[in-house]
């Protein structure tokens, strides 16, 4: 039925979506502000149309969140679905095969920012509400909240739901902003990284300068940068920063192991990405160093001359962003002044350094043993023919502990996207098949966790 459901309206969801994607919500970036607005505005509307009782933009000292909610029986359980509709800038724009905001389809895949983070996913849970509530078969309540600032932070949202904590009233959180292991071995995220997201500017001279007149006598502040960067990791990879390491929980052998049973191809995957080696903090395996160990990474570095041709400047600034992955324990608070206080200290009195945080979030392990993750688990089998294996991310969603701590919930990571789908990166997509397998999914969870909820009463 919810299949057949799906086939006769499988254009009008594509349509509905790539209409979706063609607004360029980058929350990052001020000029976009009104798209951003009307990104949520169209998911107002969409979320009306699928059988929401009630649907509103609500204010906040940044961009809006959109809240919305479908009230079956207040006695039957409550699922919120969290997302984002805010999208990363798409630069590099000449890197693109089509355009970031002209969504097209090719080999059974949806190119566009946002595609996938976190448009596509979200809209998965929009159909899944009109199926159920088309065919009468919902048999939850289900609450949406789905904010523009995500891919910065989600700055405002703490207030939000502190201010808010009535009307987010549920049993559970369910998010799809994550991704599986292939479409061959479905999988449900139990632990997200945290983050602690920095810019640094170093100052050299009052001014540019002739780098011919100067050039060593005066220290470039690009030369300075580049050697402070080098010294955050020593020869095994490991971060250097005083203190970095202190709160990090060693899992046991039998855990890593456990970790590591993950279906994963080395070879294939450096040659997805291009590379002959992969690269990391040693004694570790990949799946381990994007899981379950805390890294550090330059996201942008810029300074000087950097147009067509040759401009001979010794610059007197350089800049840099600087990204540090956190796992359970770490701090994003503690390790964000550990960062400043040594960053500044590598610096020569050549240059004066700033550190400017940008934002943070916690990490999280959710439970396995919950009713939602057996009633997500379920579901995968029911729809994939497969247990869903449960694994690490290497991503960051802070409102994932904002949630446990303000609303006492715990949050079902059961997202549909694949690490090959390019996010954040040019030709961003996703797969028409997790796309609508997606739907059937979440459809299913909702049906399995109202069984579960209620033997368990």
Same mark, same amino acid.
Request: charged share 30%; no cysteine.
């Given at each position: 039925m919810v299949n057949n459901y799906i086939l006769q309206n499988r254009q009008r969801f594509l349509d509905e979506l790539t209409n979706w994607l063609r607004i360029p919500s980058i929350s990052a970036d001020s000029r976009f502000k009104n798209d951003v607005r009307n990104a949520a505005s169209y998911l107002k509307e969409q979320l009306i149309a699928a059988g929401a009782d009630h649907a509103e933009l609500i204010e906040t000292p940044g961009h809006p969140v959109v809240y919305a909610e479908k009230i079956v029986n207040p006695a039957l359980p409550t699922v919120l679905v969290y997302g984002h509709y805010d999208v990363q800038p798409p630069d590099p724009l000449n890197l693109w095969i089509s355009p970031p905001f002209e969504p097209v389809i090719r080999d059974e895949k949806i190119y566009a920012r946002g595609a996938c983070d976190d448009k596509g996913q979200v809209y998965m849970h929009v159909k899944a509400l009109e199926i159920m509530n088309r065919l009468n078969v919902l048999p939850c309540n289900?609450? /949406?909240? @789905? +904010?523009? +600032? #995500? #891919?910065? =932070? %989600? +700055?405002?949202? =703490?207030? /939000?739901? *502190?201010?808010?904590?009535? *009307?987010? *009233?549920?049993? @559970?959180? $369910?998010?799809s902003d994550t991704a599986l292991i292939s479409l061959e071995h479905p999988s449900i995220t139990v632990g997200l990284r945290g983050l602690s997201y920095v810019e640094v500017e170093v100052t050299g001279p009052n001014r540019d300068l002739h780098s011919g007149v100067y050039g060593g006598a005066v220290a470039n502040p690009i030369n300075v940068l580049a050697r402070m960067i080098a010294a955050l990791h020593d020869e095994q990879g490991r971060v250097t920063i005083p203190g970095f390491y202190d709160r990090v929980i060693e899992l046991t052998a039998g855990e890593r192991e456990a970790l590591n049973r993950a279906p994963f191809n080395l070879e294939n995957y450096k040659n997805e990405l291009g590379i002959d080696e992969v690269h990391g903090e040693s004694g570790y395996t990949t799946l381990e160093r994007t899981g379950i160990r805390p890294t550090l990474d330059v996201n942008g570095i810029w300074g000087g001359y950097t147009g067509e041709g040759a401009k001979t400047v010794l610059p007197s600034k350089a800049y840099a962003k600087i990204s540090m992955r956190l796992v359970p324990e770490q701090d994003h608070r503690t390790i964000t002044e550990q960062f400043t206080r040594y960053f500044i200290s590598l610096a020569p009195k050549s240059v004066k350094v700033k550190v400017t945080p940008l934002h943070g979030g916690e990490p999280v392990v959710t439970p396995t043993h919950s009713p939602a993750f057996h009633a997500a688990s379920a579901a995968f089998e029911e729809v994939w023919g497969k247990q869903p294996i449960p694994t690490r991310d290497?991503? %960051?969603?802070?409102?994932?502990? $904002? /949630? *446990?701590? #303000? $609303?006492? $919930?715990?949050s079902v990571l059961m997202g549909f996207g694949l690490d090959s789908d390019a996010i954040h990166s040019p030709n961003e997509h996703f797969g028409l098949t997790n796309f609508f397998r997606g739907i059937e999914t979440i459809v299913a969870f909702y049906r399995h966790y109202a069984r579960i909820k209620q033997s368990s009463n």
């Open positions: 289900v609450k /949406f909240m @789905v +904010e523009g +600032e #995500e #891919e910065v =932070g %989600s +700055e405002h949202l =703490g207030q /939000f739901v *502190k201010t808010n904590r009535d *009307k987010l *009233k549920a049993d @559970v959180i $369910l998010i290497g991503g %960051s969603i802070p409102i994932v502990a $904002l /949630f *446990k701590k #303000e $609303l006492g $919930l715990d």
